[in-house]
């Protein structure tokens, strides 16, 4: 069983820039980055191969969100540029234990943090 924790969650003005940690407790395979805002389902916002060489974003911050991994660390990242007020929602990291390609659904993810809270204001 790995466990992952993410770090970095924080109230930000809009326009502004923040990057979340994930650090996980074991290797891992692929990794995700997934949102869920106040009254919305979870969503996808993206996903890193094993291998850190491949990376997938959703629509919404493709161009603003940048994903990358350090597997010597274990450790997960995700740089956030030019926030809106509508990124505002818990943020969460998955991994998978063995799966190594891009996964953009969470029902192929493993392993989850608990979150950790991201607030754009405008």
């Known amino acids: 069983q790995v466990r992952l924790a993410e770090s970095g969650g924080s109230l930000v003005q809009a326009g502004g820039s923040l990057s979340l940690s994930c650090t996980a407790s074991?290797?891992?395979?692929?990794m995700g980055w997934f949102r869920r805002a106040p009254g919305k389902e979870r969503e996808f916002v993206a996903s890193i191969d094993a291998n850190g060489e491949s990376t997938f974003y959703a629509d919404s911050v493709r161009g603003r969100f940048t994903i990358s991994r350090d597997n010597a660390k274990n450790t997960l990242t995700l740089q956030m540029n030019s926030l809106k007020p509508g990124d505002t929602a818990v943020y969460y990291c998955?991994?998978?234990?063995?799966?190594?390609?891009?996964?953009?659904?969470?029902?192929?993810?493993?392993?989850w943090g608990q979150g950790t809270q991201v607030t754009v204001s405008s």
């Open positions: 074991g290797r891992t395979s692929a």
């Open positions: 998955a991994a998978s234990a063995a799966y190594g390609a891009i996964i953009l659904h969470d029902f192929y993810y493993d392993y």
